[in-house]
């Protein structure tokens, strides 16, 4: 059963930088892409960066300059870097995966909730 665990949530000031990980296990196979998403409550689930098998790594608009995710195949981990961090960056953040490339893919991890305030 493949399963994601998120972890390095929390709560931090404007400006301050938090380092997310993803650990996937329980895959026979590789993926292809590696994603992170967020949602705040009463919002859609939006992507916020992906990562290929390829080496792309890409984060949207909005984050870009901010926040850069990277991936350890060999760790089967991917990280997203959050850094000057916004009070609208506040949200749970999702980890996905795909052994294709759909955004999202089919696995979800549980969650790592990231609240930026001062």
């Known amino acids: 059963q493949v399963q994601l665990v998120e972890s390095g949530g929390g709560s931090v000031q404007p400006g301050g930088s938090l380092r997310l990980s993803c650990v996937v296990s329980?895959?026979?196979?590789?993926?292809?892409?590696m994603a992170w998403y967020r949602q705040v409550p009463g919002k859609q689930r939006e992507l916020v960066a992906w990562?290929?098998?390829?080496?792309?790594?890409v984060v949207v608009d909005s984050v870009k300059g901010r926040f850069t995710i990277s991936r350890d195949n060999a760790k089967n981990t991917v990280y997203l870097q959050l850094n000057s961090l916004k009070p609208e960056d506040t949200a749970v953040y999702y980890c996905?995966?795909?052994?294709?490339?759909?955004?999202?893919?089919?696995?979800w991890g549980q969650g790592t909730q990231v609240t930026v305030s001062s």
């Open positions: 329980g895959s026979t196979y590789s993926f292809n892409i």
């Open positions: 996905n995966a795909d052994r294709f490339a759909r955004r999202p893919g089919p696995f």
């Open positions: 990562s290929t098998s390829g080496g792309a790594n």
